[in-house]
T-cell receptor
């Protein structure tokens, strides 16, 4: 699976957009980008995923660059409840020995401030 | 909807004791996995399963056994507990289809080994 690089921590003002970057320069053509978040002491929560097109759902938007070497998770109007650790994960699927594995990195700690 | 259910929520063991952490899901998911999370760290994959009767090792499998006799259940066994296994354990499941590996996590088991 491609390695991801995320900043260790970020701050965001409440009500503003939070833009969380992720570098995955070794990503290959069949690898999806997944984002999860973990609010203190809870189990991680799925946010969004994509392959090459930008994606949007009720929680966030995912912008993937054309070369797919990086992506940005956007929380359009951050609230205090969005304070969490955000994980960017890149994995391939089926046909590889890594079938079924999803490896979490250290993630980005997002602090939303009033 | 029960989702992914983990029991117990808390457990204290003495060094050398054995125990089983239970995990059950009611979503008919093929893929299930176990992670551990140490304080201030990300999640590390212990074992995973892509279907009944199929299991494989993750990043940190030593000291743990798993089996998958049914689609619903994926217990994690600690053979001889050690203080280094003090951690929070999360179980997760996923449909595991090519475009959807969205993981659903349980609420975790906090384990202390004295």
């Amino acid at each position: 699976d491609a390695k991801t690089t995320q900043p260790t921590s970020m701050d965001c003002a409440e009500g503003r957009a939070a833009n969380l970057p992720c570098n995955h320069s070794t990503i290959s053509g069949n690898e999806y980008v997944y984002w999860y978040r973990q609010i203190h002491s809870q189990g991680p929560q799925y946010i969004i995923h994509g392959l090459k097109n930008n994606e949007t759902n009720e929680m966030a938007s995912l912008i993937i660059t054309e070369d797919r070497k990086s992506s940005t998770l956007i929380l359009p109007h951050a609230t205090l409840r969005d304070t969490a650790v955000y994980y960017c994960i890149v994995r391939s699927f089926h046909g590889s020995s890594n079938t079924g594995k999803l490896i979490f990195g250290q993630g980005t700690t997002l602090q939303v401030k009033p | 909807n029960a989702g992914v259910t983990q029991t117990p929520k808390f457990q204290v063991l003495k060094t050398g004791q054995s125990m089983t952490l239970q995990c059950a899901q009611d979503m008919n998911h093929e893929y299930m996995s176990w992670y551990r999370q140490d304080p201030g760290m990300g999640l590390r994959l212990i074992h995973y399963s892509v279907g009944a009767g199929i299991t494989d090792q993750g990043e940190v499998p030593n000291g743990y056994n798993v089996s998958r006799s049914t689609t619903e259940d994926f217990p994690l066994r600690l053979l001889s507990a050690a203080p280094s296994q003090t951690s929070v354990y999360f179980c997760a499941s996923s449909p595991g289809t090519p475009d959807n590996e969205k993981l659903f996590f349980g609420s975790g088991t906090q384990l202390s080994v004295l």
